[in-house]
């Protein structure tokens, strides 16, 4: 069987069982002639392995906070003038200028909570409610969330759990709500943000042995996450120039040498956690991360102004 | 016939059904899962995965993860689901771990000594009984992380 047939069948077995819920109620009662017209097919037993091949893939790109967290890591310090004014968020009316900068607006927000930048976090957090709520996103951040966030303002795990919680409304609702390219254009927004951040921390007169440029070597890992998650919703105009954007940016990693060695596991036993141990081999000229930094501040340059 | 020109208006029915069964999953999400994550010093990335799987449906997830960090990731499934397998692999397909040999523990705690792009298999295993209608329900994925100690 091949994989459209397969795909074809895998729905409608899963619409038939769809339909035996709705008409459960009706068990017991004598079917209709019009009932005994809808047969299930003969081979449900075929149609059951094909459902062992069916896939839902999903692809995960670091979350803002994340991306924050990997910032403050490595040693960077916080820089205000890179995140985007707040002063800004009125300019955004279309959808994806929202969708992208709802994404850039929670990275700019976690890196605030992350170095403690109390009232800035709050800002960030009403320039992003103004997007989401731009967007139709219900119930993503409230105004109880802000006032959280005011009452905490010390306490560094119930801000990041109002963050992280912010976040996850935010792509649940538009995923469950069957908007999945504004979904994914909100997390390229939060990527390439923290990318740009990342970026423009870098001293270059320390570049050699650089933490941080270790972290933005790593993103050559989520690149083609990335293209495959907008690829998921190719054919919507938005996306589609996105991944003209993000192919740029990819043609730039793509001479960032990094390999990577078999990975062996080790039990760890006094943090009860396993330890993947492999080698790495990596390789970024300067030239390569100017020209890296250069791409991807266009980029985001292009998504906030 | 009949069948064929009612189809239509069933598929739209069906969509959604699909929707409000997968808003049903963030609910169950965050009342099931986040706590195996948050109720133990991990910070939830915000990601959030989940989705209505039928017995013996199989998804696959892709993540980096970072050598700064160390995470846990948490797969669960509603209790009318038979058990939720979940294979840990790398980039070269090889299983770093599977939940089945430990007793079909819902978390797997993790750190990484460079970072790597893991691929994450989820299967809906089955209660094998031909003939009965398939079970479904929510499975939902999520990570947690911390810096490392």
């Known amino acids: 069987m091949d994989k459209k047939n397969r795909i074809s069948s895998v729905v409608f077995l899963v619409f038939i069982l769809a339909i035996s819920l709705i008409t ?9 002639k019009e009932d005994e017209e809808v047969k299930l097919p003969d081979n449900i037993t075929e149609i059951k392995q094909d459902i062992d091949q069916a896939k839902r893939i999903f692809n995960a790109l670091p979350s803002p906070l994340e991306s924050a967290m990997l910032i403050k890591s490595a040693g960077a310090q916080f820089n205000e003038k890179l995140l985007n004014p707040v002063s800004k968020q009125n300019t955004y009316v279309t959808s994806k200028a929202m969708a992208l900068n709802l994404g850039v607006y929670t990275c700019d927000l976690s890196f605030a ?3 403690e930048q109390t009232q800035l976090l709050i800002d960030y957090m009403n320039a992003a409610k103004k ?14 969330d802000i006032d959280k966030l005011e009452e905490n303002i010390n306490n ?21 709500n069957g908007q999945p390219a504004t979904a994914a254009t909100g997390l390229v ?9 990342s970026t423009q921390l870098v001293d270059m007169k320390e570049f050699n042995g650089n933490k941080l440029v270790g972290r933005i070597i790593d993103q050559k890992l989520s690149i083609d996450i990335l293209i495959d998650l907008l690829n998921d919703s190719k054919g919507v105009p938005s996306v589609d120039e996105l991944i003209v954007q993000v192919t740029k940016l990819k043609t730039v990693f793509d001479k960032i040498r990094l390999t990577t060695g078999n990975v062996k596991t080790e039990y760890d036993k006094t943090s009860n956690t396993t330890v993947l141990k492999s080698e790495v081999t990596t390789d970024m000229t300067p030239e390569i991360f100017l020209e890296l ?13 | 016939m009949r069948l064929i020109k009612t189809l239509p208006v069933l598929a739209i029915l069906f969509f959604a059904i699909s929707y409000q069964a997968d808003a049903q999953c963030k609910k169950f999400a965050k009342d099931e899962c986040l706590p195996e994550l948050s109720g133990h010093g991990y910070t939830h990335d915000g990601n959030y995965h989940a ?11 892709y993540k980096t993860f970072y050598s700064d960090m160390e995470y846990r990731v948490a797969i669960v ?8 397998e979940f294979k840990i692999m790398d980039v070269n397909k090889n299983v770093l771990y599977s939940n089945k040999d430990n007793a079909y523990a819902p978390t797997w705690d993790f750190k990484l000594q460079s970072s790597q792009q893991l691929k994450i298999v989820v299967k809906v295993s089955s209660f094998n009984k031909p003939g009965d209608t398939p079970a479904s329900g929510c499975v939902a994925i999520m990570f947690g992380f911390k810096l490392k100690k």
């Open chain 1, 156 to 176: 560094s795990e119930v801000i990041m759990d109002v963050v992280s919680q912010t976040f996850m409304n935010s792509s649940s609702y538009l995923e469950d």
């Open chain 1, 131 to 144: 997007m989401a709520d731009g967007l139709g996103i219900l119930k993503a951040i409230e105004q109880e």
């Open chain 2, 77 to 84: 499934g509603e209790s009318k689901l038979p058990a939720v």
């Open chain 1, 24 to 32: 459960g109620c009706k068990s017991g009662t004598k079917p209709s």
């Open chain 1, 293 to 305: 930094s250069k791409t991807v501040a266009e980029i985001r340059n292009s998504f906030v102004n």
């Open chain 2, 51 to 61: 989705a209505v799987l039928v017995e013996g449906e199989e998804a696959e997830l």
């Open chain 1, 113 to 115: 909570s992350l170095y």
């Open chain 1, 189 to 197: 927004g939060g990527w390439i943000e923290g990318l740009y951040i």
